[in-house]
C-alpha cells in the first residue's frame, strides 16, 4: 500500500493551485501532497510538461504521465485497502528469464521453461532436479512401449531419433504424486507402416514416476491400447492419488476429461469413468480460437476452462458461477489462470483482457466478491502467477528479477 504521494510541479503553477485542484479533484485522495519545487521539477520531469510519477518502497516507478491526462483510475487503484505484499523471495539456477510458466503443489515448484527443460525445486531451497532422458531411459520407455515387440520396433524407431533429433523423448509436463514421487509425462515418436512404403509417424505417451530420494525414475506405464484408439492424451493430473487425464476423443478429436485406474502388475493406465465430455455452454457464444478452446485449469478436484465463467467440482459433479461481470463478446476478457478453494471461499487468478493478473476471491455463502490487483504484463510474467497453499497467499516471477516472489493478498 503506498502511503503518500508527492506531486512535485514547477513553482508557476502555485498561483494556479485552486484551478487545478478543481480540475483534478486531487482533494478526493487525501493521500496527496501537492509541492511546488522548480529544483524537485527539474531532476524528475523527463519531458517540458508537468508529470506525475509512482514509485514504490523499493523505489521502482509503476508509474508515470503526463498531468493534463492525468488517469485517476489508475492512480486510484493504488489507494485502496486492497494491496499484494511480497513476504518472501525463492531463488534457483533454474529460475531466470528463459522461465516459461510454473506449477505449485504442496511440496514442490515445478518449472518449465522456454527450450522445453523441465526442474523441480522444493519450496525449501534445498532441492534442485533437473531432468535428462539419456539412453537408458530411452530404452526403458520404448520397453514399456513395446513389450514383446520391442526387439523388433526399437532398432528402426533408434535409427529415426538419430536421423531426426526432434524425435527424441521429450517431457510433456511433471506433477508431484506425494512427496518423495514426481509423475512424468513423456511424449515419444513410434511408427507404423502404411500403404506400399509409407511409414506414418505418430505419437504416444509414457507416464513415468520419479523417485525423489533415489533420484531416478521408477517404473513406466502405458495408456491402455483399448483406450488410446479412441482418446489421444494431452494432460494427466491427480487429486488424493487418483489420475485423470485430458485429450480429445472421437472420429471428430472432441474434448474428454477421464478418470484412469492404474495397474501396477501390467504397467498400464485403463479408462475409469467418462468425466467431461464436452466444451463448456458459454463457448457456443464466444469465438475461441481452436488452438485455445480446449485449455484448462485443475486444482485437485476443480477444473475450469481458461475463458468459461464456471468452476466444475469432480467429486460433487457440482459447477460453480464464477460473479465476473463480461463487458464485451471478446473470448479473452478474462482468463482464468489458476484456481483455489477453502471452507469459506473460492479463489481465481485470472488475466484480464489488459494483460493485468488479477486475484478474485468470491463467498460460498454469499454474494461478496473481492478483487485485487496482482500486476501488470511489464511487471509480472503473466505465465508465472499462482496460488501458494492457500487463496491469500500467491507466487510470482517478476519479469526483471530472476527470482519467484512469495506475497500475501490482503482482500
Not at 468470491?362 to 505465465?383: H, L, P, R, W
Request: charged share 30%; aromatic share 12%; glycine share 4%.
Amino acid at each position: 500500500e503506498i502511503k503518500r504521494i508527492h506531486i512535485v510541479m514547477e513553482s508557476g503553477y502555485k498561483s494556479d493551485s485552486i484551478d487545478i485542484d478543481y480540475l483534478y479533484e486531487f482533494k478526493r485522495f487525501p493521500k496527496l501532497v501537492i509541492h511546488y519545487s522548480d529544483t524537485l521539477y527539474k531532476k524528475l520531469s523527463s519531458k517540458d510538461d508537468a508529470e506525475i510519477i509512482i514509485r514504490n518502497t523499493n523505489d521502482e516507478e509503476v508509474y508515470r504521465g503526463l498531468l493534463k491526462r492525468l488517469d485517476l483510475v489508475a492512480i486510484n487503484r493504488f489507494f485502496n485497502h486492497n494491496s499484494v505484499i511480497a513476504i518472501d523471495t525463492l531463488r534457483s539456477t533454474h529460475i531466470n528469464k528463459n522461465v516459461n510458466t510454473i506449477y505449485v503443489y504442496d511440496d514442490y515448484i515445478i518449472i518449465d521453461n522456454i527450450f522445453n527443460k523441465w526442474a523441480v525445486i522444493d519450496k525449501l531451497g534445498k532441492k534442485n532436479i533437473s531432468f535428462t532422458i539419456d539412453e537408458s531411459v530411452k530404452q526403458e520407455l520404448y520397453k514399456c512401449l513395446y513389450r514383446s515387440l520391442y526387439n523388433v520396433k526399437y532398432p528402426v524407431v533408434n535409427s529415426m531419433i538419430l536421423e531426426t533429433p526432434s524425435f527424441k523423448p521429450a517431457i510433456a509436463e511433471i506433477r508431484e504424486w506425494d512427496k518423495n514421487t514426481l509423475l512424468v509425462n513423456i511424449s515419444l515418436k513410434d511408427y507404423k507402416k502404411g500403404d506400399g512404403d509409407d511409414t506414418i509417424i505418430s505419437g504416444e505417451n509414457i507416464i513415468a514416476k520419479y523417485d525423489v530420494d533415489r533420484g531416478r525414475f521408477a517404473s513406466f506405464y502405458k495408456i491402455d491400447e483399448g483406450l488410446t484408439t479412441t482418446f489421444s492424451l494431452w494432460n494427466i493430473y491427480i487429486d488424493k492419488q487418483e489420475y485423470y487425464a485430458q485429450g480429445l476423443c472421437g472420429v471428430k478429436e472432441h474434448f474428454c476429461y477421464l478418470s484412469l485406474t492404474c495397474d501396477d502388475q501390467m504397467n498400464k493406465l485403463f479408462l475409469k469413468k467418462n468425466i467431461i465430455f464436452e466444451q463448456p455452454h458459454r463457448y457456443r457464444k464466444i469465438a475461441v480460437p481452436s488452438l485455445e478452446e480446449n485449455n484448462i485449469c485443475v486444482n485437485k478436484s476443480l477444473l475450469a476452462f481458461a475463458f468459461d465463467n464456471e468452476i466444475f467440482d469432480i467429486t460433487t459433479n457440482k459447477r460453480i458461477e464464477i460473479p465476473i461481470t463480461y463487458k464485451t463478446d471478446k473470448y479473452n476478457e478474462f482468463e482464468i489462470r489458476d484456481i483455489f478453494e477453502d471452507t469459506s471461499y473460492y479463489y481465481i487468478v485470472g488475466l484480464e483482457e489488459q494483460n493485468i493478473s488479477t486475484a478474485i476471491r468470491f463467498s460460498k455463502t454469499g454474494n461478496k466478491v473481492d478483487k485485487v490487483e496482482i500486476g501488470q504484463a511489464s511487471e509480472v510474467n503473466k505465465y508465472c502467477v499462482r496460488f501458494y497453499g492457500s487463496g491469500d497467499k500467491i507466487i510470482y516471477k517478476p519479469q526483471k528479477n530472476d527470482c519467484l516472489v512469495i506475497a500475501e493478498i490482503k482482500y
